[in-house]
């Protein structure tokens, strides 16, 4: 027997779970004040399913051994596509928009060489279902700043894109070349991108796209210079509009002084996923040990049509908020719990029979307040061995019962 989880696996003790709960919460708070409900798909799904058309790819996916090939499947690497699936068809009857929550496990296959190969990973997020536009996109960019304004933190950017206007960005390329000209430009790789064999037109194309992320106003003037496609306009014009808005309309959201400070947009920005169709976002937060990447999402107006059976579209955006990565930039901040919840009672029974009794009392103190805690001592220590114990674990009171019911107090 190996007595180690598999590898990238983590067991999360209580002390753990204190932790991720106090965030889930904060978090589940907003999520609730804004009219979103949880919803649990299952954690295992048809690969095709999983894949979601192609915009994820199949070596992400964590396989289960068994089935067919059109019955393969896979543990869930995010919840999006889950979401979209009982979205259009076991909802089908409701009426949109749909707000929805989750609070879950993913797994990922760790990429070669990864440093921690962690597999196994939390994410709390919302899907908004069935609504397209201005008001829906700041709504999620809205409600994503104040769940971050809810657990305490302050320093962290919101880079932003739009997959529509880089995609009419990216046209001119001819087609082998564009993947690897939109992977070299997300890496900020100059050297790759001289290296290509492209006209001297096309690359002083794709360095222009270089430069195309910093200040959402300095960005917007440098796009403005350049011819784009219909979508590509429209695109740009919905950019505008949400920047605007986020510039009159959130000023003094959350106590932040200004939104817009804390984004940079930047229009080659590209997500591990690519189902994405308009806006796209990444939340960044810093600690002495680097950067962390504390959430992201986009929206998506046509994955949800893979799902549905007669293909209708219907449009969608989201986010999801990584639990290991805001946990990370929330330790030394000092809020986190340090400690599980203590006690504030043990109910000791001293004689066998006021065993009975013992219950009963410490059944009458559960039900005397919401969140007392009551825990029972189990035998077999002398009184001075239970004041160590309870001493060592924190406990306040001790109460001792006799067989009549009547308890002692003893505070400590
Ligand atoms: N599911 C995406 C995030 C997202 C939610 N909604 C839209 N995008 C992820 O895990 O990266």
């Not at 915009?55 to 964590?62: E, K, Y």
């Not at 289960?64 to 076991?90: D, F, W």
């Not at 279902?129 to 971050?148: Q, T, Y």
């Not at 990444?282 to 046509?302: A, C, M, N, P, S």
Request: glycine residues 8%; aromatic residues 6%; hydrophobic residues 40%.
């Amino acid at each position: 027997m190996v007595h180690q989880p598999p590898a990238g696996a983590r067991d999360l003790l209580p002390l753990d779970v204190t932790q991720k709960q106090w965030i889930e919460n904060r978090l589940q708070q907003v999520y609730h004040r804004c009219g979103y409900h949880r919803i649990i798909t299952s954690t295992i799904e048809r690969l095709d399913t999983l894949m979601a058309g192609g915009a994820i790819n199949r070596s992400t996916v964590l396989q289960l051994q068994a089935g067919t090939e059109e019955e393969s499947l896979g543990l869930r690497p995010e919840l999006t596509a889950s979401i979209a699936r009982t979205a259009v068809t076991r909802m089908a009857g409701v009426s949109y928009p749909q707000r929805l929550y989750y609070n879950a496990n993913v797994f990922r296959r760790a990429e070669k060489g990864s440093y921690s190969g962690q597999q196994e990973f939390y994410q709390a997020g919302v899907e908004l279902i069935g609504a397209g536009g201005l008001l829906a996109d700041g709504e999620i960019l809205l409600l994503l700043a104040e769940c971050l304004f809810q657990l305490g933190l302050s320093g962290w950017h919101l880079v932003l894109g739009e997959a529509g206007l880089t995609r009419s960005l990216l046209a001119p390329f001819p087609g082998k070349l564009q993947e690897k000209v939109r992977r070299a430009i997300a890496h900020l790789d100059r050297v790759t991108l001289e290296n290509l064999p492209l006209s001297d037109e096309l690359k002083e194309h794709a360095l222009m796209l270089l430069d195309l992320r910093g200040k959402p106003a300095d960005v917007l003037q440098k796009v403005a210079n350049l011819k784009l496609d219909p979508a590509g306009e429209e695109a740009l014009n919905n950019l505008k509009s949400l920047i605007d808005l986020l510039e009159q309309g959130l000023p003094n959201l959350a106590g932040q002084t200004n939104l817009t400070c804390q984004v940079t947009l930047d229009l080659s920005l590209i997500q591990t996923f690519n189902y994405y169709t308009g806006i796209v976002f990444e939340v960044v937060g810093e600690t002495d040990t680097g950067k962390h990447i504390l959430g992201q999402g986009g929206r998506y107006d046509r994955l949800l049509t893979l799902y549905h059976p007669q293909g209708n579209s219907v449009p969608g955006i989201g986010f999801s908020l990584n639990i290991e990565e805001l946990y990370q930039v929330l330790l030394p901040t000092g809020q986190l719990p340090a400690e599980t919840p203590t006690s504030e009672y043990l109910v000791v029974a001293q004689t066998p029979a006021a065993f009975a009794s013992a219950f009963a009392y410490a059944h009458s103190l559960r039900s005397s307040a919401e969140l007392v805690r009551v825990e029972l001592d189990l035998g077999g220590r002398d009184a001075e061995e239970i004041r160590e114990y309870a001493r060592r674990r924190c406990i306040p009171k001790i109460a001792w019962v006799k067989e009549s019911g009547s308890p002692t107090l003893e505070t400590l």
